[in-house]
C-alpha cells in the first residue's frame, strides 16, 4: 500500500490569500487557500495563516480650548487652569513601529487671572520641532525660522486654530500607546484622569500638575482654592441666541454641523468662557470659531456668523471668506502641499492677482526663489546670509553679520540678531 503525504515547506501572504509551496511524492507544487471575508492572511515566522480581521477604529481627536477645557481622546471632559508648559499628548508606549512625539502646550493668563489660554504649542516628531505661538498667527517656528502653515507630519495631525484651540488627531493604532493630558486612549474614559506616576484617577488639578514639563516665571498650578464659576443669572444670560445660544441654535449658522458635531459641550464651554469674561466678545468670538473649526474639519458647512462685531482682520491685499481654501497656493507651489487635507476653512485668501509668499499676499511678478527646496523671499536675510532673487540670475546670497553691540542668537525658536544686553530683536525671518 502506498501512502502519501503531503505538508508545507513554506508558505507566504499574497493579497487575501495563503500560498503554500508542497512537496508532493518528489515534486514542487504550489495552491492557494482564500481567507474569509472576516480574515486577514498573517504571518507568523515562515509560516502564514488566516486571522480574523480587526475592527478598523476611527482616528482620536483630543482638544484643548478656552480657559482651557479639555476633552481626551476617550471623551472624557474636564478644565484645568494651570499656566506652567504640559505635555499634551506623546508617544509613551513600548511599540517601536510607532514614530515618537511629543506634543507641548503654555498656558497664559489672558485679561484675567481667574483663566488661563493656550498660548504657545512645541510640536516634537521625527527629530523635528515645531513652535506655533498665538501672537503669529498663521506661520511656525520651523528650523529656526518663521514658515507659513499648514506644516503636515505623516499620519498624525496637529491644528492650532490662533484663537486658543488646541486639536490632536491620532491613527487607532496609538490607543494604549499614548499619554499626557489628552489621556491614555485606550477606549476607557474612566481612567483618563490617572497622573504620570500614579495608578489611580485623580482631581483635575493635580492631573495636570502632573504632566507640567517646565515652569514659566509666575505660572501658577491651576486655580487656588474653588475654581471660579458664575452663578445660574449670569448663565441663562449667555445661554441666550445674542450670545452663546448661536452654537445651539436649530436654525442658526451652525445647524447642519449639529448631526456631525454636538454642539452641547461647545455651547457648555463658551457659557462658562463668556460668563468668566463677563460678556466679552472676543471671548465669545474665539468659542464660535473654535467650533467652526470643529464643524468644516468634520465636513459640515457652516453658514456666514461675523459681523462687524465679529470680523476677522486679514492683512493687505487679502479677504475674509467663511469657506476658504485650506492648503492655498503660493510661490513656493501652486500646487497643495503633500498630505494637506483640502477641507472648506474659514480664513483670509488672497485678493485675485495675488499669491502668498510667506504669510503675505504679493502680486505674483513679486514672488521669491526657491533654493534645495527652501523658500526665499525677496530681499529676505537672517543674521548670517543676505538672499536676493534676481530676475535673470535666481538666488543670490552673501555673508551677512550682525550690527556692532548685536550678537546671532536663537530666542524663542527664532534665529537673528539680538542686543547683547537686551533683549531687542534687530532683524528675523517672516
Given amino acids: 500500500m502506498l501512502f502519501l503525504r503531503i505538508f508545507p515547506i513554506f508558505s507566504y501572504c499574497a493579497d487575501a490569500s495563503i500560498n503554500f509551496t508542497l512537496f508532493c511524492s518528489g515534486s514542487l507544487s504550489c495552491s492557494s487557500i482564500t481567507c474569509s471575508p472576516n480574515e486577514v492572511c498573517e504571518m507568523k515566522g515562515d509560516y502564514a495563516s488566516c486571522v480574523p480581521k480587526q475592527v478598523q477604529q476611527k482616528p482620536g481627536t483630543c482638544w484643548a480650548m478656552g480657559d482651557p477645557h479639555y476633552r481626551t481622546f476617550d471623551g472624557r471632559r474636564y478644565n484645568f487652569m494651570g499656566t506652567c508648559t504640559y505635555v499634551i499628548a506623546k508617544n509613551c508606549g513600548k511599540d517601536d513601529n510607532l514614530p515618537a512625539f511629543e506634543v507641548l502646550a503654555q498656558n497664559e493668563n489672558r485679561g484675567s487671572l481667574r483663566v488661563s489660554y493656550v498660548a504657545l504649542v512645541t510640536v516634537k516628531v521625527y527629530g523635528f520641532t515645531i513652535t506655533i505661538a498665538r501672537s503669529e498667527t498663521g506661520v511656525a517656528i520651523f528650523f529656526a525660522t518663521l514658515n507659513i502653515l499648514p506644516l503636515h507630519v505623516n499620519t498624525t495631525v496637529f491644528t492650532f486654530n490662533w484663537a486658543s484651540a488646541v486639536f490632536v488627531t491620532l491613527p487607532s493604532n496609538y490607543m494604549g500607546a499614548v499619554c499626557g ?7 476607557k474614559a474612566q ?37 471660579p464659576d458664575c452663578d445660574i443669572t ?58 467652526t473649526s470643529a464643524c468644516q474639519d468634520a465636513g459640515a458647512k457652516v453658514y456666514s456668523w461675523r459681523t462687524s462685531q465679529f470680523s476677522m482682520k486679514c492683512l493687505a491685499h487679502s479677504h475674509y471668506e467663511i469657506c476658504s481654501t485650506a492648503c492655498p497656493a503660493s510661490c513656493q507651489s501652486l500646487a497643495p502641499p503633500k498630505g494637506c487635507k483640502n477641507h ?75 542686543n547683547t544686553g537686551k533683549t531687542q530683536m534687530f532683524t528675523h525671518f517672516n
Fill in 344 to 418: 472648506c476653512e474659514e480664513g483670509c485668501s488672497c485678493d485675485e492677482g495675488y499669491i502668498l509668499s510667506g504669510d503675505k499676499c504679493v502680486p505674483f511678478s513679486e514672488c521669491g526663489c526657491i533654493h534645495n527646496d527652501r523658500y526665499y523671499r525677496i530681499g529676505q536675510e537672517d543674521c548670517r546670509t543676505r538672499c536676493t532673487c534676481d530676475p535673470e540670475k535666481g538666488l543670490i546670497c552673501e555673508n551677512h553679520s550682525c550690527p556692532q553691540s548685536t550678537k546671532c542668537m536663537v530666542k524663542k525658536g527664532i534665529r537673528a540678531c539680538y
Fill in 234 to 291: 449670569q448663565k441663562v444670560k449667555y445661554e441666550k441666541g445674542d450670545f452663546c445660544g448661536i452654537i445651539s441654535d436649530p436654525k442658526g449658522p451652525f445647524r447642519d454641523c449639529h448631526s456631525k458635531v454636538d454642539p452641547a459641550e461647545y455651547f457648555e464651554d463658551c457659557v462658562y468662557d463668556v460668563c468668566l469674561y463677563n460678556g466679552r466678545k472676543d471671548v465669545l468670538c474665539d468659542n464660535l470659531g473654535s467650533y
Fill in 191 to 227: 481612567d483618563d484622569l490617572i497622573p504620570k506616576n500614579g495608578d489611580k484617577p485623580v482631581s483635575p488639578a493635580n492631573f495636570g500638575a502632573s504632566w507640567r514639563v517646565a515652569e514659566i516665571p509666575g505660572c501658577v498650578e491651576g486655580c487656588k482654592g474653588v475654581c
Fill in 181 to 187: 493630558l489628552c489621556g491614555n486612549y485606550n477606549g
